[in-house]
């Protein structure tokens, strides 16, 4: 995934002034938060997020997201550890 620059923001930042980054999400229609200089979380608008997720999980069926879910965790094993503590 390519990221703008404009779009980019620290952790610290989106705490401190988090309407400034709601702001530029609707301005651009994301925004991406750093951690430790690395994208770590998007910030998208709810109604283009659920419209984009309905478009790919209707073409999808139950076995096929399932799968999809299952690589997803094992690829993120590690954070989803670390966050879990």
Same mark, same amino acid.
């Given at each position: 995934?390519?990221?703008?620059?404009?779009?980019?923001?620290?952790?610290?930042?989106?705490?401190?002034?988090?309407?400034?980054?709601? @702001?530029?999400?609707?301005?651009?229609?994301?925004?991406?938060?750093?951690?430790?200089?690395?994208?770590?979380?998007?910030?998208?608008?709810?109604?283009?997020?659920?419209?984009?997720?309905?478009?790919t999980t209707d073409s999808l069926s139950h076995e096929?997201?399932?799968?999809?879910? @299952?690589?997803?965790?094992?690829?993120?094993r590690e954070t989803f550890e670390v966050l879990a503590?």
């Amino acid at each position: 995934m390519l990221i703008d620059t404009k779009n980019m923001v620290s952790i610290t930042e989106a705490n401190q002034n988090f309407s400034r980054v709601a @702001r530029m999400v609707d301005e651009n229609g994301l925004a991406v938060i750093m951690r430790n200089n690395r994208p770590c979380y998007l910030l998208l608008d709810f109604s283009d997020a659920e419209a984009s997720l309905e478009k790919t999980t209707d073409s999808l069926s139950h076995e096929e997201l399932m799968t999809m879910a @299952r690589q997803i965790l094992a690829e993120h094993r590690e954070t989803f550890e670390v966050l879990a503590q």
